[in-house]
């Protein structure tokens, strides 16, 4: 809550970030990394951050109060608000995350949601759903 919390403080401009310095602002509060990919029909709602190498696919929604580090990763129709997706990080196409910490080089699957207050450890895997179509299989 509080990693959350200063998070939110610095991408408000409120609480000094050195890495904030490195990427400014345009006039809405979107901060984002000139070597970041972003397919078509993404959705920014500020204040956010997307670092270096970092990729956002087709269609997906971030923030508000979303950070997404280097080399990190969001797959298509996936969702981001207010939660830190560290270093090489990859959330998967149709996830919702809100609310949650995702560690170094963990990997949330497809389709998955993750709640407030979750914290995905580093290199961890949070399985998505057990079927395609979101039901059990078995």
Known sequence: SRFLDGHRL????????????DVPADARGVRIDPTAQLDAGVVLVPPLLIGPRARV????RLGPN???????????????????????AQVGAGAHVHGAIIGPEARVEDGSEVVEGTIVGAGALLAGPSGSDGTDEG
Request: charged content about 20%; proline content about 5%.
């Open 66 to 88: 979303a950070v997404l580090g280097p080399a990190a990763s969001i797959g298509a129709d996936a969702h981001l608000v207010d939660s830190v997706v560290l270093e090489r």
């Open 57 to 60: 696919g087709t269609g997906a």
């Open 10 to 21: 610095a991408l408000e401009g409120r609480l000094a970030w050195p890495t904030l310095d």
